[in-house]
Every structure is written in C-alpha cells, then in structure tokens.
Nanobody, 113 residues
Framework: QVQLVESGGGLVQAGGSLTLSCAAS????????MGWYRQAPGKQRELVTG???????NYGDSVKGRFTISRDTAKNTVFLQMNSLKPEDTAVYYC???????WGQGTQVTVSS
C-alpha cells in the first residue's frame, strides 16, 4: 500500500509563502496522477491542484496564479508552492494519489491577517 506523508505546513502572515511537500513511499508519479486538496473548518474538502502522470497540471480558480504544483520523481516527492497567501487559504492540506485513492495525513496551513 502506497503511503503519503505531507510536511511544510505552518503559520504565515497574509501575503507570505509556504511550500508543502508530499513524500510517497514508492515511485508512483509515472503511473498515478497526484493532487493537493484542502479542507477548511466547516467546509467540504476541495481540489486545490493536480498533476497527471504525464505532467499536465490544473488548478482551482481560487489559487490560479498563486499556487504551483511540481514533482521530483527522483525523490518521490510532490510539492505545492503557495505564494500571496490569504486568510481564506487556511485549511488542512492533503496529498492524494489518484490510482490507489490514498490520502496523506494532512498538514495544517494557517494564514493570519
């Protein structure tokens, strides 16, 4: 069973930046799309961004132009670079491996105003 471990969350002021990492236990990026989701208190989990096995990316409207997904296949790690953070970006961020429907444990991102 593939395992995903997120890291990099924390507290940041509005306008700041954070980079999240998602380390996979196996080399899976060539066969599985990966995604970053987030869930704010009292809200449903939503897709932030995804990257296909072929490298195509897509972004939610609320993060376009501010967030960037990338991956390092040698390190089995997917990254989420978050710039110009807003208080409404506050949420638990989860990494997701599409092929196995596997979630990471989540990492908290809090943006203060």
């Amino acid at each position: 069973q593939v395992q995903l471990v997120e890291s990099g969350g924390g507290l940041v002021q509005a306008g700041g930046s954070l980079t999240l990492s998602c380390a996979a236990s196996e080399s899976i990026f060539s066969i599985s799309a990966m995604g970053w989701y987030r869930q704010a208190p009292g809200k449903q989990r939503e897709l932030v961004t995804g990257i296909t096995s072929g490298g195509r990316t897509n972004y939610g409207d609320s993060v376009k132009g501010r967030f960037t997904i990338s991956r390092d296949t040698a390190k089995n790690t997917v990254f989420l670079q978050m710039n110009s953070l807003k208080p409404e970006d506050t949420a638990v961020y989860y990494c997701y491996a599409n092929l196995w429907s596997v979630w990471g444990q989540g990492t908290q991102v809090t943006v203060s105003s």
